[in-house]
């Protein structure tokens, strides 16, 4: 039988400024009045997208950039509705500001760039999203998932074997950006056979897989959650 989940590894508080995953490539927007470019980074992924919408809960940073080689410099950026996206840090040095943004709540808002007098220059559109579905990427040499009652998946894989698992949020069908802190709730045995690498508040688990059947819980802000089942045979 599944072990009771006993350790929860959470993250309740500030969001840091950096997510230990940087991502690789990043997907430029361009204001609707064509003049400053913004550019997501930090989201937690490998590549951010603002198309694909904003995490409730999830933080990334926004660097601002201006077109046709104009400078972006002692411009801001604010938004049009803070209970949907808010802007929780800046670092406006440079020709290049840099504003950390945060999901806070389901809707649609104008990021909205302002200059040194308040004026509006340019603004985006973003998407907030709550998270309703999760992915799951597990890799495993012998790896087999499983379709097992009372589990949303179930990976088994020979007792011990190297066990990665990363867990995104999902809506509408697909990914949505930000680095996002979730509950993760763990046995003892998952626990303690934790790699320093793991980052398990940020969805990233590796170990190795140890005897026996274990349950996990992953549980997004919002409160979409899911059960995962691993059995080391």
């Not at 997510?19 to 361009?30: D, F, G």
Request: hydrophobic share 45%; proline share 4%; charged share 20%.
């Amino acid at each position: 039988m599944p072990t009771t989940p006993r350790l929860l590894a959470s993250l309740l508080a500030a969001l840091p400024l950096a997510t230990t995953a940087a991502c690789q490539w990043n997907e430029v927007e361009t204001g609707k009045n064509g003049l400053v470019q913004l550019t997501p980074d930090d989201c937690g992924q490998l590549g951010c997208d603002l198309d694909d919408g904003v995490a409730v809960g999830g933080a990334l940073t926004i660097r601002l950039s201006g077109t046709n080689g104009r400078s972006a410099a002692d411009l801001e950026l604010v938004s049009s509705a803070p209970w949907v996206i808010d802007v929780i840090d800046a670092d406006t040095f440079g020709s290049e500001p840099e504003f950390r943004m945060l999901g806070t709540g389901a809707g649609r808002a104008d990021l909205i760039v302002i200059d040194r007098a308040g004026y509006e220059i340019d603004y985006l559109p973003i998407e907030v999203a709550t998270i309703s579905s999760f992915a799951l990427d597990a890799r495993a040499d012998g790896l087999t998932e499983l379709t097992v009652v009372g589990a949303d998946r179930a990976f088994q894989a020979p007792a011990g074997t190297d066990l990665e698992l990363d867990v995104s949020g999902e809506a509408f069908g697909r990914q949505l950006t930000g680095d996002v802190q979730f509950l993760v709730e763990l046995d003892q045995a998952i626990a303690t056979a934790m790699k320093a690498d793991a980052d398990v508040a940020r969805g990233h688990l590796h170990l190795t897989m140890p005897a026996g059947d274990h349950a996990l819980r992953v549980t997004a802000p919002g409160g979409a959650s899911q059960r995962v089942l691993l059995m080391g045979r």
